[in-house]
């Protein structure tokens, strides 16, 4: 279930992006790269980093490396310290749930849907296709 204080953030953090950043001509699809921030155990924070890829084929599960464009060190980051369950896999679901929103009905989703595809994933793991054109 979407939190709606944090998708707020989240979809303010991505509206930023989309407004104020030229997307080149040239991509393929999104990313939205995930990382685990924390460095103390006992906390549990990842990051969302998005990018804009300038190729993109399915079955290359590298597709994402070619970027064209990313957000850089303008990262969102999540808190999940708080959650009964504070995995990776959790927190890549949490994480998916907002972009699938704002895919449906955020403010810029035709930037993201414009492409052939957009996806998600931790940068050292496999990517799950949020959105795949026809």
């Not at 991505?14 to 103390?40: H, I, R, V």
Request: hydrophobic share 35%; aromatic share 12%; glycine share 8%.
């Amino acid at each position: 279930m979407i939190q709606t204080e944090i998708y707020e953030g989240f979809s303010a953090w991505l509206d930023d992006l989309l407004e104020n950043n030229d997307m080149p001509g040239e991509t393929a699809a999104f990313n939205f790269n995930l990382y685990e921030e924390s460095e103390d155990s006992s906390e549990h924070i990842y990051g969302i980093q998005l990018i804009a890829a300038d190729r993109f084929e399915e079955e290359d599960g590298e597709w994402a490396c070619y970027e064209a464009w990313t957000s850089g060190e303008d990262i969102f980051c999540i808190d999940t310290s708080d959650e009964p369950d504070t995995g990776t896999q959790h927190a890549m679901e949490l994480i998916s749930e907002m972009v699938s929103e704002y895919l449906g009905s955020g403010k810029y989703r035709e930037i993201l849907t414009g492409t052939r595809a957009v996806g998600i994933g931790f940068v050292d793991g496999d990517i799950e296709l949020l959105y795949k054109a026809d």
